[in-house]
């Protein structure tokens, strides 16, 4: 059984302060999973957790997580500018963008971010825009054809857009090189949600592999790699979770077969987690609002894919309880629904359930990563507000909730803008 974090008592408080629907996190879950974290990769000296901030771009979560020593992982501009207004800068930040507008590169040099760069061609870019490269640069590798682990075949880096061939990234290394380049790190994200422990440990020696080789041909100093994002969550019941010591000691064991043996005894393993750091320490509690018997049976909650996307982009599972009802029979089979204007929004598809009456408010599991931040405004829905349960049980507004002044804010230089507030 998947248990909640908040109870139903817990609920019924919060919601005199902050009606549903709202995305909650746990900080105690998020530290101690940090903490295992930074112990599992401890055989590392230079290891770093940079935090992929699209996951929960949220400044009080990124400054959690940095108490816990961890930086932060950007991709867009106001990315750069949350972790620059968290204080959190300079190799604190992994620049791991693609399809980069050249100014970003600009606001990532100025914070002192280490530059990850997702094709050769951005060499002469970034090197234009800044006058001269970065001592410290990255390159994102993509192998190719299909990415094979032990329980078969995971993925197809093949058809993903990411990264540089083998061929190119020997190039780069040289280009980069002869350019004043010192110190070069290596970068994959091969597949998403990975369910196990091997991934990262094969990722590992894929990526161990290739630095012997580019330090042999190019003469560089390959100072680390960086093993990205990809760690999975048991999003189900029956899953089972990933075992961050054993996936750090599997990292271990090829270290010192594949990068000691070779003499490469410094370089610092980097992860760029989100999933894995934040996604079992959110949920988000909604309440039934609707009933209807057709076809099928729906309960409609207050909250819809505005609020999480996943079920309706993905077809993603994710848990649900009805808080009160944890111990009650699930013998309903419900659809959940959201309010928009498109079927595929719905929380759940023929899910057995305890009986839900109207009222009952509801858990959406593992919503911390990946939730929140992929919200829109289809249908003029807006977003939840974000909430932290702290250490102490108490519990504190994190981001408001979005109003409709937030909503129609981009009209504020048109006369009609007085008539919408
Ligand atoms: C999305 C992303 C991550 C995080 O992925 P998870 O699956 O959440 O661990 C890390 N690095 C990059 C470059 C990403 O795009």
Redesign the pocket.
């Known amino acids: 059984m998947k248990k909640t974090f908040v109870t139903l008592d817990e609920v019924r408080e919060i919601v005199k302060t902050y009606p549903t629907p709202f995305h909650l996190y746990d900080e105690k879950g998020i530290r101690e999973n940090a903490k295992r974290v930074y112990d599992a990769f401890s055989w590392n000296p230079g290891f770093r957790e940079y935090f ?1 901030v ?2 929960t771009p949220n400044p009080f979560l990124l400054n959690i997580l940095h108490e816990q020593g961890c930086g932060c ?1 950007c ?1 867009s501009m106001t990315e750069l500018m949350l972790s620059e207004a968290c204080g959190i800068t300079g190799e604190e930040i992994m620049f ?1 963008s693609n399809d980069t507008p050249v100014e970003e590169y600009r606001k990532a040099a100025d914070l002192g971010a280490i530059i990850n760069l997702d094709d050769i061609s951005h060499i002469e870019i970034v090197e234009k825009e800044l006058g001269s490269l970065p001592e410290t640069m990255s390159c994102r590798f993509n192998p190719g054809g299909f990415y094979k682990l032990s329980n078969g075949i995971m993925d197809n880096p093949g058809d993903s857009k990411y990264g540089m061939t083998e061929e190119q990234i020997f190039e780069a290394f040289q280009i980069m090189k002869k350019k004043g380049v010192k110190h070069f790190g290596i ?1 994959a ?1 091969l597949v ?2 990975t369910v196990g422990n091997d991934y990262y440990p094969t990722l590992a020696s894929t990526l161990f592999k290739l630095a012997v080789r580019l330090k042999n041909t190019c003469g560089v100093h390959i100072s680390f790699i960086n093993l ?4 999975g969550i048991p999003y189900t019941p029956d899953g089972v979770g990933a075992d961050i010591a054993k996936i750090g000691a599997g990292v271990h064991e090829a270290y010192d077969r594949i990068l000691v043996r070779n003499g490469m005894d410094d370089v610092r393993i980097f992860t ?6 934040m ?1 079992p320490y959110g949920c988000l509690v909604t309440k039934a609002i609707n009933e209807k018997h057709i076809y099928k049976e729906y309960i409609g909650v207050d909250a819809c894919a505005a609020n999480l996307m996943r079920p309706a982009m993905y077809g993603a599972y994710h848990h649900i309880t009805v808080l009160g009802k944890e111990n009650a029979k699930c013998d309903h089979k419900y659809d959940v629904t959201g309010s928009l204007c498109e079927n595929n929004d719905k929380f759940a598809i023929d899910r057995f359930l305890p009986k839900i009456d109207l009222g009952d408010y509801l858990v959406i599991h593992d919503t911390g ?2 939730g929140f931040s992929m919200g829109y405004n289809y249908n003029g829905r807006l977003w939840s507000a974000e909430l932290l349960k702290k250490e102490d049980g108490s519990v504190e507004l994190i981001r408001r909730a979005q109003e409709p002044k937030d909503y129609f804010s981009t009209f504020d230089c048109f006369p009609i803008y007085n008539k919408l507030v």
């Open positions: 992929a699209k996951a992982d991709s791991s970068h994200f998403s949600n990205s994002g990809g760690v760029e987690m989100g999933r894995f750091m996604g990563a990946h």
